[in-house]
């Protein structure tokens, strides 16, 4: 059974800091594309980051350019996302996935999903 399992989130205010984990089990994905999403209340689920399976490839939303750093742990199966001077728009539940697709592809089919933990971000 494939299990990704998210951790680090909670209460944090503006300009501050969290890094969250996601652990995977149940299968080796060192070789698979793994992103971190997120959705707020009342808004559609949003990519955040993206990483490849070497770590050497990593995407950003716009939104988090320059604050927020993707990077992964294949011996540990784990991917992480550091978030740096946070702003209350961050506020959200945060997922990690696992994608088959080869990096760079012009489309990636995510077919494994964590929970989420939520981050959220005071004024």
């Known amino acids: 059974q494939v299990l990704l399992v998210e951790s680090g989130g909670g209460l944090v205010q503006a300009g501050g800091s969290l890094t969250l984990s996601c652990a995977a089990s149940g299968r080796n994905f060192g070789s698979y594309t793994m992103a971190w999403f997120r959705q707020a209340p009342g808004k559609e689920r949003e990519f955040v980051a993206g990483i490849s399976w070497s770590g050497v490839g990593t995407d950003y939303a716009d939104s988090v350019k320059g604050r927020f750093t993707i990077s992964r742990d294949n011996a540990k199966n784990t991917v992480y996302l550091q978030m740096n001077s946070l702003k209350p728009e961050d506020t959200a539940v945060y997922c990690c996935?696992?994608?088959?697709?080869?990096?760079?592809?012009?489309?990636?089919?995510?077919?494994?999903w964590g929970q989420g933990t939520q981050v959220t971000v005071s004024s």
């Open positions: 996935a696992v994608s088959p697709t080869n990096w760079g592809s012009p489309k990636y089919e995510y077919n494994y």
